[in-house]
């Protein structure tokens, strides 16, 4: 399994990116997935996740209003398109994947995830 984030930068406060996750190695209609994200200095704290069938989404308090988790499940991505960025959005995102027999789970935690990706660096400037 190999999931391979990618679309991260440098970007103004109030500007936009979309993050992708190109998954391979797996079934990936068979994966809830979620991203994370780590800032310097601090823990990993979870951003966002969706279900198998994309139907049931969760967000955190501090990006909800403003990030939108996605997937495609024909082309084996998921996306994160992240709107009104701030400086204390600057981190190293990642994508996770965690195999379920449910269509509309999803996971927050951290641990519950099987696969990770290798992160892709997003920086805010004020």
């Known amino acids: 399994v190999q999931l391979q984030a990618s679309g991260g930068g440098l970007v103004q406060a109030g500007g936009s990116l979309t993050l992708s996750c190109a998954a391979s190695?797996?079934?990936?209609?068979?994966?809830?997935m979620g991203w994370f994200r780590q800032a310097p200095g601090k823990e990993r704290e979870f951003v966002a996740a969706i279900s198998r069938s994309g139907g049931n989404i969760y967000y955190s308090d501090s990006v909800k209003g403003r990030f939108t988790i996605s997937r495609d499940n024909a082309k084996n991505t998921l996306y994160l398109q992240m709107n009104s960025l701030k400086s204390e959005d600057t981190a190293v995102y990642y994508c996770?994947?965690?195999?379920?027999?449910?269509?509309?789970?999803?996971?927050?935690?951290?641990?519950?995830?099987?696969?990770w990706g290798q992160g892709t660096q997003v920086t805010v400037s004020s």
């Open positions: 996770a994947a965690r195999p379920t027999g449910s269509l509309n789970n999803y996971y927050t935690g951290g641990s519950m995830y099987n696969y």
């Open positions: 190695g797996l079934t990936f209609g068979n994966y809830a």
